[in-house]
């Protein structure tokens, strides 16, 4: 456990001298609700379902609803594990804070790096598919279309917190629609039966039926659990959620919940509603959509996936820029880049650290798409492998006896996760290992000659005090 853990006090003003007294923290201003639509907005569940899923249609054919489904599963008992760390370590740092404070701060350091990649990497990837969806109404080109979504949401970031989560739960509503009538199409247009969601076919570069083996589905799990993640925006956000004990634990469960069924039961009816493998594998769900229509009830379909997408860039960033707020905060930097980030607004969000992150993701929608997806893999999975271990060691010492939400059949789920996500790395591309593990062995550089010889005054993990607990 780490040696530096500490509550973090109330925001108290600078004395006269500059000097700050405590830790800056973020005001509790949602409940519940706000969190939920917040998480379910970070989920996105049409944009992944409209920009994600397509390309493991392309390379699992019918076993897409197959790793989905076995994806969520696994990601149930993951959020078991943000559930209960979450509530232990109510903190903006998210992951880094609960694997900081129960496996020590080496292993906090390597999640805040991977945690930091999916945050800056998951919005252009998303933001790319907008341009897609726009087609019905104007020609742009994704990256630059991508770009526009990340600056437009970057600025949405800024605003304050309650503001956002009325944005991004109006957006909300519109994408489930969209999911739920591509559902109801899928359905009514059914081309084969239930069996062939086992079928285990994708159509070949011959147009003929090619068998999708195990590890092809293995290794789409690393993109499986990238489809339903946001759900630990949770985590993030627990700084600002009242009563944190209570509600971290509720929004994470429900999110993952409401989110895997607005993904999965669309997926399980383009499966089937798909003219033939070809289409299925094509992964143009609009095409689809519009088949089973008009062309009025596809422009429609697209438009609220477009704002979809915007919406998940907006919570994206707000999430994305409290993990960098809450690094500099317990000093992960030098100093002056620890006070530049830790600068809170007049609507009391970080908004140097949102601008930090909402910059380079426009960037980003630049890069090579398919390096974006690897790599974003490849950090979920090592991510989420590190906090099962935390949830592991999480009952340790006084934390036994900590007021906390326990996840059931403790230790032996944390323990198979540990197994499963482990094996899912061996199944990756090399290429995204490599990228991956290179990063994280920069930043295990900087640990070692920086870090930790600072360690009385660099990467001093602090817990807000709980005030609804």
């Given at each position: 456990m780490t040696d530096t853990l500490r509550p973090a006090e109330l925001h108290v003003p600078p004395a006269p001298d500059g000097s700050h007294s405590s830790p800056r923290t973020l005001k509790r201003s949602i409940g519940v609700v706000g969190g939920t639509l917040l998480t379910l907005s970070c989920v996105t569940p049409a944009s992944t379902l409209f920009v994600v899923v397509p390309d493991l249609f392309g390379s699992l054919g019918t076993a897409t609803a197959l790793t989905v489904a076995i994806g969520s599963l696994l990601c149930i008992a993951v959020a078991f594990c943000y559930s209960e760390l979450g509530t232990l370590i109510p903190s903006a740092g998210g992951e880094y804070a609960m694997v900081s404070t129960m496996a020590g701060r080496l292993a906090g350091w390597l999640v805040f790096v991977l945690s930091l990649?999916?945050?800056?990497?998951?919005?252009?990837?998303?933001?790319?598919?907008?341009?897609?969806?726009?087609?019905?109404?104007?020609?742009?080109?994704?990256?630059?279309?991508?770009?526009?979504?990340?600056?437009?949401?970057?600025?949405?970031?800024?605003?304050?917190?309650?503001?956002?989560?009325?944005?991004?739960?109006?957006?909300?509503?519109?994408?489930?629609?969209?999911?739920?009538?591509?559902?109801?199409?899928?359905?009514?247009?059914?081309?084969r039966g239930l069996g062939s969601l086992a079928s285990m076919e994708v159509a070949g570069a011959d147009g003929h039926?090619?068998?999708?083996?195990?590890?092809?589905?293995?290794s789409g799990l690393a993109i499986a659990l990238f489809v339903t993640q946001g759900f630990s925006t949770a985590v993030y956000l627990s700084e600002e959620l009242e009563n944190p004990r209570r509600n971290v634990a509720r929004t994470v469960l429900a999110t993952l919940a409401i989110s895997t069924a607005i993904i999965l039961v669309p997926v399980v009816a383009i499966t089937l509603g798909a003219a033939d493998l070809s289409e299925l594998t094509g992964g143009d769900i609009g095409a689809m959509v519009t088949a089973w229509s008009n062309s009025a009830t596809g422009t429609f379909v697209s438009l609220c996936v477009a704002l979809a997408i915007i919406n998940a860039g907006i919570v994206m960033v707000i999430q994305n820029s409290r993990v960098l707020f809450a690094s500099a905060r317990d000093k992960a930097w030098p100093g002056p880049v620890n006070t530049v980030?830790?600068?809170?607004?007049?609507?009391?969000?970080?908004?140097?650290?949102?601008?930090?992150?909402?910059?380079?993701?426009?960037?980003?929608?630049?890069?090579?798409?398919?390096?974006?997806?690897?790599?974003?893999?490849?950090?979920?999975?090592?991510?989420?492998?590190?906090?099962?271990?935390?949830?592991?060691?999480?009952?340790?010492?006084?934390?036994?006896?900590?007021?906390?939400?326990?996840?059931?059949?403790?230790?032996?789920?944390?323990?198979?996760?540990?197994?499963?996500?482990?094996?899912?790395?061996?199944?990756?591309?090399?290429?995204?290992?490599?990228?991956?593990?290179?990063?994280?062995?920069?930043?295990?550089?900087?640990?070692?000659?920086?870090?930790?010889?600072?360690?009385?005054?660099?990467?001093?993990?602090?817990?807000?005090?709980?005030?609804?607990?």
């Open positions: 990649l999916v945050v800056v990497i998951v919005p252009p990837v998303i933001a790319m598919g907008t341009a897609d969806y726009l087609a019905p109404i104007v020609h742009l080109d994704p990256s630059a279309a991508g770009a526009g979504v990340m600056v437009l949401a970057t600025l949405a970031g800024l605003l304050d917190l309650r503001a956002n989560a009325w944005i991004t739960g109006v957006f909300l509503v519109l994408e489930v629609i969209a999911a739920a009538l591509v559902a109801v199409l899928g359905f009514a247009h059914s081309e039926a090619d068998v999708v083996t195990g590890m092809l589905v293995v980030f830790a600068k809170l607004g007049r609507f009391g969000s970080p908004w140097v650290a949102t601008l930090a992150v909402g910059v380079p993701g426009a960037a980003l929608c630049f890069v090579n798409l398919d390096t974006l997806y690897g790599v974003t893999g490849v950090s979920v999975t090592g991510m989420y492998l590190l906090v099962a271990v935390a949830a592991l060691l999480g009952r340790r010492g006084h934390h036994h006896h900590a007021a906390a939400w326990r996840m059931p059949l403790w230790p032996a789920v944390p323990v198979l996760l540990i197994a499963v996500l482990a094996y899912i790395l061996t199944q990756q591309e090399t290429e995204y290992l490599l990228w991956t593990g290179g990063i994280a062995a920069a930043a295990t550089l900087y640990w070692a000659f920086y870090l930790r010889p600072r360690k009385d005054t660099r990467w001093l993990v602090s817990i807000p005090e709980d005030t609804g607990a």
